[in-house]
């Protein structure tokens, strides 16, 4: 079952900041995190593991509520290369992951 | 290292014909995935594979068949191809997923008339 993803969609100015959320009826093993360009295949950001923590690399983070089997993807201070649809990917058993249909994200200057 | 190679890039099949999308790996991956692409529908799982000899069904597995003979090669077959299945198909795999993530392919772009 794939998990829910939201928003759909969302339009940002540069240096604005936007939050995507995804979220599991089922226990999760982990939570991923990828972008996809438009054309393009998906490129893994970050994955994070059961024990809640948060993980990031520069202005992109994300934290796992491991109990309400929950993710967030935070992305501050955006910029125009942030634009394309994320999608989250939860393992629900042992390397069967799933993805959410996806979060539009765009930059405009 | 190449990483993840599928082909065909592109592919127009009659409704009822078969055909095998390949997709290689050169960074020997034990995990390998299909997922199907749809507008709207997100990316969906197939097939997928935790080894040599060893698959496992995804959401969608229906009309398609897979095997994992080799670490490197994990292809998928269409039985019979059906207008349904017009999509782009992306094979994916992985060190270990929940360290490195998924490396995906760079897709096959499949149309069935």
């Known amino acids: 079952q794939q998990p829910v993803q939201s928003p759909q969609a969302v339009i940002l100015r540069e240096g604005e900041d936007a939050v995507i959320n995804c979220s599991s009826s089922k226990a999760l093993y982990s939570v991923h995190w990828y972008r996809q360009k438009h054309g393009e295949a998906p490129v893994f950001l970050m994955i994070?593991?059961?024990?809640?923590e948060q993980k990031g690399h520069e202005k992109i983070s994300a934290s796992f509520n491991e109990k309400k089997q929950q993710s967030s993807l935070y992305l501050t201070a955006s910029q125009l290369s942030y634009s394309g649809t994320y999608f989250c990917g939860t393992e629900t058993s042992y390397q069967k992951v799933t993805f959410g249909i996806g979060t539009k994200l765009q930059v405009i200057p | 290292n190449a990483g993840v190679t599928q082909t065909p890039k592109f592919q127009v099949l009659k409704t009822g014909q078969s055909m095998t999308l390949q997709c290689a790996q050169d960074?020997?991956?034990?995990?390998m995935s299909w997922y199907r692409q749809d507008p709207g529908m997100g990316l969906r799982l197939i097939h997928y594979s935790v080894g040599a000899g060893i698959t496992d069904q995804g959401e969608v597995p229906n009309g398609y068949n897979v095997s994992r003979s080799t670490t490197e090669d994990f292809p998928l077959r269409l039985l019979s191809a059906a207008p349904s299945q017009t999509s782009v198909y992306f094979c994916a795999s992985s060190y270990s997923s929940r360290i490195y993530g998924y490396t995906f392919g760079s897709g096959t772009r499949l149309t069935v008339v």
């Open positions: 994070l593991l059961k024990g809640g």
């Open positions: 960074m020997n991956h034990e995990y």
